[in-house]
């Protein structure tokens, strides 16, 4: 296995991640049927997102919190959600990288899926 450590690495590890996404039952349906990604449009964002949280080059231009909002209207994003999408997350990585940043490539999603899962579990009471 090799370290996580570029660009392409990145690229790498979000497409098999999307790949399985789009299949599962329990999350696939918000990204192919609630949102309706554009993936060409979709995928890039993804790359230059978890390249500037891994490696600082804020190469990503967005509010990730600010999209999710409607979607979480049309249908409830809930804890179920968010862990399963970690469960993918982390298995991707597990699968294909070792080192450092793949270590925090899965820290940083525990903590943004569970500032995200609070978040719109209080936008659904409000």
Do not use: C
């Not at 600010?66 to 959600?81: C, D, L, R, S």
């Not at 968010?82 to 080192?99: A, C, K, P, Y």
């Not at 450092?100 to 995200?116: C, H, P, R, T």
């Amino acid at each position: 296995m090799k370290k996580l450590e570029s660009r392409e690495d990145i690229e790498h590890l979000v497409n098999l991640f999307y790949a399985k996404v789009v299949k599962d039952e329990t999350i696939g349906f918000f990204f192919t049927d609630v949102a309706k990604v554009d993936w060409d449009k979709h995928l890039p964002k993804m790359y230059s997102f978890w390249e500037s949280i891994l490696f600082g080059q804020m190469s990503y231009k967005g509010n990730p919190m600010g999209v999710h909002f409607p979607i979480n209207e049309i249908q409830a994003m809930e804890q179920k959600h968010f862990d399963r999408w970690l469960e993918l997350w982390r298995t991707s990585i597990e699968e294909n990288f070792v080192g450092e940043n793949a270590d925090m490539a899965i820290y940083k999603s525990e903590n943004i899926a569970k500032l995200m899962a609070f978040k719109m579990e209080l936008a659904r009471r409000l």
